[in-house]
């Protein structure tokens, strides 16, 4: 459920990343980072605006924590034992692998497949739609961008732009 303290931290980051994209569209994430920083200390944000952002660093600082702890192969063993490594193991729990047991490696092996497959058909849409673009492109060539290709080739329309879709709604 999208809170308005969410709403309104969204809102930071989509002006903000408005008002960092030149002409060409583009706009660095680095930058939209420390910008979103700069305008969150200097506004008087609500107590509850206020606690929604410190949970987003809070959750954002495990994240890359887990990511970091992450099981990969060693260079030097070729194993991807690390004591100070973590399985996740789904619904949030995590096992340091010093101490997982054999069934926590078996969790462990099939989220990993699990989470492969999602990716694997993930990636599939991916190329798909980018086929399916590049070949409309290759067909018009007058059509640069593609927002103008998307409207007049596929028929994309501002009736199916729902802000619900931006935020997995």
């Known amino acids: 459920m999208t809170t308005t303290a969410e709403i309104r931290l969204r809102h930071i980051v989509e002006q903000t990343a408005l008002k960092l994209t030149d002409a060409d ?5 680095r930058q939209l980072t420390d910008a979103v920083r700069e305008q969150i200390a200097r506004e008087d944000l609500d107590p509850h605006v206020k606690a929604a952002a410190l949970d987003k660093l809070a959750q954002s600082l495990v994240t890359g924590f887990g990511e970091q702890r992450n099981p990969r192969r060693h260079s030097r063993t070729g194993r991807f034992f690390h004591p100070e490594f973590v399985f996740k193991l789904g619904n949030g729990v995590w096992v340091w692998m010093n101490r997982a047991t054999d069934s926590d490696v078996v969790q462990w092996r ?10 694997d058909q993930a990636d599939n ?9 590049l070949d409309a492109f ?16 596929f028929g994309w329309t501002e009736d199916n732009a729902e802000k619900g879709d931006l935020f997995g709604s």
């Open 138 to 153: 290759r067909a018009h060539r007058d059509v640069v961008y593609l927002g103008d290709l998307e409207r007049v080739v």
């Open 25 to 29: 569209g583009r706009f660095h994430k």
């Open 125 to 133: 849409e991916i190329q798909d739609y980018a086929d399916e673009v």
């Open 110 to 119: 099939r989220l990993s497949r699990n989470n492969r497959t999602r990716v």
